[in-house]
């Protein structure tokens, strides 16, 4: 349920870490922290997973030979978290390492305010999740928060010859390549190599590059960049960050859907095809699914990326929308209500045009792409 105590496993020194230079590097914070004799501040860790965020931590807490406490926030009833915080004091703090600290409710992050506020409590969170998404104003508040980055190939091959694992350099790329930036995932595959005699060949058989999503923060930078690109006019990059979302397993339905989106927004009046196009995709991935489907997305992705673009229509909704909401709010002229048909001069017959507003507004500009 809760870790009372924290293996500290075969990692002994903040020098046996590897990556994240810009937080371990002379000077860097967490090295400042990690060697001052003061008590360390409370922090968050964030990044993705196998980089060193929980080892940090415990290393921290040994180093300063504070009391501490290892909770895994995936399973901590609130009252063990209250009793836990309440072993430490003003003079005495305690130092409680959080694992998967975004899993506490905001009842729960609420009850650790007061004893930080106090410096009864060294927090160190840590957390695949933007903190800037998970966590209350009022706790981050209390807290540094530091991102740690996905580790290279260069730093899980450091990583096997500092451990001492003795494999073939085609057998150790290979496996620094699969091991996606996540040292946890790179040793296990290492202990399955080792275990089974794995040649180069084989290890394409039991290992592939894990594609996924590393938290939903990254799944919307990827569809972010996606959109990004297309209304760059660059369909390569609009196409590989489709690829990226096709291969984590994204809703092709989904992603579909943003291009009908962006087609109204971006492509506009300069391309009338667009939205049909669009529109079109969005039922034919319906229909037909994976692994198809993927063909008809980067249709329709490289045809937006290479079209023409407009924002016209979907600047002027913004505009009237923001003026109703800054209060210019308008009758209905009588000649436009529904009893109001025999003051109404229909401009088909009467080839006269009444205004439509009782004042004069202008939302609409049409831009040099626009094909009106």
Not at 360 to 368: H, S
Request: proline share 4%; charged share 25%; glycine share 4%.
């Amino acid at each position: 349920m809760v870790n009372a105590v924290m293996d500290d496993g075969d990692v002994n020194s903040l020098d046996q870490l590897v990556g994240n230079r810009q937080l371990f590097c002379d000077n860097c914070p967490l090295r400042v922290f990690y060697y001052d004799d003061n008590i360390p501040p409370s922090m968050i860790l964030f990044g993705p997973p196998g980089v060193g965020k929980t080892t940090y931590a415990k290393l921290l807490a040994k180093k300063h030979n504070l009391n501490f406490e290892f909770l895994d926030a995936t399973n901590c009833p609130t009252d063990f978290l209250r009793k836990t915080l309440s072993k430490g004091t003003p003079q005495k703090p305690i130092l409680i390492v959080i694992d998967e600290i975004h899993r506490l409710d905001k009842r729960q992050q609420d009850l650790l305010l007061l004893p930080l506020e106090k410096g009864c409590v060294v927090l160190v969170g840590t957390s695949t999740y933007n903190p800037y998404y998970k966590l209350s104003k009022a706790l981050r508040s209390r807290l540094f928060v530091y991102e740690f980055k996905r580790l290279s190939e260069d730093d899980l091959i450091k990583l096997a010859i500092q451990k001492g694992y003795r494999l073939e350099d085609t057998v150790l790329k290979k496996l620094a390549l699969l091991g996606s930036g996540d040292a946890r995932r790179f040793q296990k595959m290492i202990s399955i190599v080792e275990k089974f005699n794995l040649s180069s060949e084989d290890i394409d058989r039991f290992f592939n590059i894990d594609v996924g999503y590393e938290n939903e923060s990254q799944r919307y930078d990827i569809v972010s960049a996606f959109i990004k690109s297309m209304r760059a006019s660059d369909p390569d990059a609009a196409v590989y960050w489709l690829a990226r979302m096709i291969e984590a397993g994204e809703d092709i339905e989904f992603i579909a859907r943003r291009m009908v989106i962006f087609a109204a927004e971006d492509v506009g009046l300069a391309d009338k095809n667009a939205i049909l196009i669009a529109q079109a995709a969005l039922e034919a991935v319906s229909e037909i699914g994976m692994p198809e489907a993927k063909i008809i997305l980067s249709y329709c992705c490289i045809y937006l990326a290479l079209a023409k673009k407009s924002n016209s229509t979907y600047a002027a909704i913004n505009k009237a929308i923001g003026d109703i909401k800054n209060g210019n709010i308008m009758e209905v002229p009588e000649y436009l209500k529904v009893k109001g048909r025999r003051l109404y001069k229909n401009p088909h017959y009467t080839h006269t045009n009444q205004p439509c507003l009782p004042k004069k507004v202008k939302y609409f500009t049409k831009k040099e792409n626009d094909l009106i």
